[in-house]
């Protein structure tokens, strides 16, 4: 299947980089390379773009889809949150800009034998790095009760949480769940027919919180922001889109910490502690996608784009 992805809030996200001709630039989700084409299509000669992928398929796909900038692009299959080390392995310590589109790729979503998707029968993987050995199966069937329910209501906000960990743990006291289709039925069983009815596909924040669960997608996201602030040179930006509430949060509250860090008590006269501010938000509310957008692409529905400034 030919790699697609949906470039969200593209327009946006390339006019907030503000990109410098001569800069250095880092897309940590490189995708199908949307929003990296756009950054490289602003560079000159003496630009550069780093693009980060765990997903094989997406850097073959990006790097065919920059194929014309050449010795403008470094491709990485890496986690993002080896940005810095991986940087500083090829010699730089300082970006301009560095973006994240943390949307799973249309791609993942419509290849059945990924396991992402909760529309068809496949074997529950859910890996963004295949390379990974643990996958979604390993975590419905070795985990807890107790565990089961922590992911779903904290990664899903699922409010059936604790009745679908039960269903999924006496169903495997029989026999081992193994495909995406027997865990949809599963998550049915545990949710009554009415609530089904009003909303959306009854798998959904189920499917999310153990993708976000298996591939670490929040800590990765909060261990790694502060890193990638370091990372800018003055002036520099970087701009974040999310699609849940739990990402936007961490987000945010990270962008704001780095922008007023100080921690004295709100009675002090003054500051004392010594905490000096990285930088500014941007973006005091999000941007959100056009309607335009959104009769082009409803899974953009939820993003989320926040921007912070290095100073």
Not at 231 to 240: D, E, S, T, V, Y
Request: aromatic share 6%; with cysteine; proline share 4%.
């Amino acid at each position: 299947m030919e790699f697609r992805h949906y470039s969200v809030l593209l327009k946006e996200t390339v006019e907030q980089l503000a990109v410098r001709p001569d800069g250095i630039y880092v897309d940590g989700t490189l995708g199908g390379g949307g929003h990296a084409f756009e950054v490289c299509r602003r560079l000159s000669e003496k630009g550069h773009l780093y693009g980060f992928d765990q997903d094989a398929a997406a850097i073959e796909a990006a790097g065919n889809r920059l194929l014309a900038y050449g010795s403008r692009v470094t491709l990485i299959r890496s986690n993002y949150s080896r940005m810095r080390e991986e940087l500083k392995a090829r010699g730089v310590c300082r970006a301009d800009g560095i973006l994240l589109d943390l949307g799973v790729s249309s791609y993942q979503l419509d290849e059945a034998e990924r396991g992402f998707t909760y529309r068809e029968d496949a074997p529950l993987d859910m890996r963004m790095d295949q390379r990974q050995e643990k996958t979604a199966a390993d975590i419905v069937n070795g985990y807890s009760e107790q565990e089961l329910y922590r992911v779903l209501r904290d990664f899903g906000e699922e409010r059936f949480a604790k009745n679908i960990a039960k269903h999924i743990v006496n169903t495997r006291e029989k026999r081992p769940i193994r495909t995406t289709g027997e865990l949809v039925e599963i998550i049915k069983a545990a949710i009554p027919l009415k609530i089904r009815m009003q909303k959306g596909h009854p798998a959904k924040q189920t499917f999310q919180a153990i993708r976000i669960e298996l591939n670490q997608e929040l800590d990765v996201l909060k261990d790694s922001l502060d890193d990638m602030i370091d990372l800018l040179n003055p002036g520099g930006r970087i701009c974040i889109i999310t699609f849940h509430s739990l990402e936007d949060r961490i987000v945010k509250n990270t962008f704001r910490r780095n922008e007023n860090p100080c921690t004295c008590p709100s009675h002090f006269p003054v500051c004392v502690c010594g905490k000096i501010s990285k930088g500014r938000v941007v973006t005091r509310k999000p941007m959100v996608p056009t309607d335009r957008e959104l009769e082009e692409n409803s899974r953009s529905k939820s993003a989320k784009l926040r921007v912070f400034e290095r100073t």
